[in-house]
């Protein structure tokens, strides 16, 4: 079993920055994928932030490419969201997420664990 942990969220202007940590317990980290996903308000979906695949690969959503930087340190069970040139449209709540084994870019089901999110709003 794993457990994941959220913090960071904060209520910013546009254009501000953020950084969004995930703790993690468990052994093992470094087998495991990590994604990020974001649920809107209002939205019945979580949409696809940014993504760590144990194949190697990073990737990121259309709408947070150049803006958002996903990192990782295994040796201390933790998985960071650098976002940057925050918009009123990065708005919603957070979510970190992992699974064993690699991952394809968006797709929330393929993961097994789930956070329970942290709030970012960003006024105009």
């Known amino acids: 079993q794993m457990q994941l942990v959220e913090s960071g969220g904060d209520l910013v202007r546009a254009g501000d920055s953020l950084r969004l940590s995930c703790a993690a317990s468990?052994?093992?980290?470094?087998?495991?994928?990590v994604g990020w996903f974001r649920q809107a308000p209002g939205e019945e979906q979580r949409e696809f932030v940014a993504?760590?695949?144990?194949?190697?690969?990073?990737t990121y959503g259309d709408s947070v490419k150049g803006r958002f930087t996903l990192s990782r340190d295994n040796l201390f069970n933790m998985v960071y969201l650098q976002m940057n040139t925050l918009k009123p449209e990065d708005t919603a709540v957070y979510f970190c997420?992992?699974?064993?084994?690699?991952?394809?870019?968006?797709?929330?089901?393929?993961?097994?664990?789930w956070g329970q999110g942290t709030q970012v709003t960003v006024s105009s």
């Open positions: 468990g052994r093992l980290f470094n087998l495991y994928s």
């Open positions: 993504a760590d695949s144990t194949s190697g690969s990073t």
């Open positions: 997420a992992a699974t064993k084994g690699g991952v394809l870019p968006g797709g929330a089901g393929q993961y097994d664990y």
